[in-house]
């Protein structure tokens, strides 16, 4: 599997709605009113969608990115952003035969509950993140990844070892990894969710994006 870029067109409408309730620990919904969601997809039924940010700096890019997914989903998805990467203990199998950590109970519930994944990371030493490793380690067991749909989104078009890195560790994990939704959406400089969704050559893709993973999740069935 290679990174693939997207220029898909795309009709935008202003949605006025209440944020999302029931938000759980671990998680956050960003959805405020009056925002252009992507709406060139036909709502099936609903998709539930975890976004993962490899990344634990404050101004990354890849956090940005996950927040702008979360503001363009339109009716019939939502998107979940997983905050509590840092949260996580190092994995130590040790750990489930005793105890499960809370954290790790919650990141793993959220997992199950979740129809497909969206994870942006950076790249550090041709490696994934540590954490973001760490997160994956505390699921190869307990398995709430197989055959879960996943969309690897890449800010960095020169950063092409930790994905393929990403995309060998969860085809070993038995997830699906979406080729339509693994694509290279380059950020420049300081970027914030604003920022993405003004820009038509970084809010087109991303809608691409959503609409893959969204339509993985509804062909699997796992919702």
Request: proline residues 7%; charged residues 15%.
């Amino acid at each position: 599997m290679s990174l693939q870029t997207s220029n898909l067109g795309w009709i935008f409408q202003s949605r006025t709605q209440a944020p999302f309730a029931g938000t759980r620990a671990g998680s956050r919904r960003n959805f405020p009113r009056d925002e252009v969601v992507c709406t060139r997809m036909k709502s099936v039924f609903p998709v539930q969608v975890l976004a993962i940010s490899g990344s634990l700096r404050r101004s990354s890019s890849n956090s940005a990115l996950v927040a702008a997914a979360a503001r363009l989903a339109p009716a019939g998805v939502q998107i979940s952003i997983f905050d509590g990467l840092a949260d996580l203990p190092a994995f130590n199998p040790d750990f489930d035969q005793e105890r499960t950590p809370d954290a790790v109970v919650r990141f793993r519930t959220q997992l199950r509950t979740s129809g497909a994944i969206l994870i942006s990371a950076p790249e550090y030493a041709h490696g994934i993140p540590g954490a973001l490793k760490n997160a994956l380690d505390w699921v190869v067991g307990s398995g709430e990844l197989i055959g879960k749909p996943i969309g690897l989104v890449n800010t960095s078009a020169r950063a092409t070892h930790a994905w393929q890195s990403l995309v060998e560790t969860l085809t070993v994990m038995s997830a699906t990894v979406v080729p339509g939704a693994s694509i290279v959406i380059p950020l420049q400089g300081p970027t914030d969710a604003g920022m993405i969704m003004d820009e038509p050559a970084l809010r087109d893709p991303l809608c691409a994006v959503i609409e893959a993973i969204a339509a993985a999740a509804r062909d699997s069935r796992v919702l």
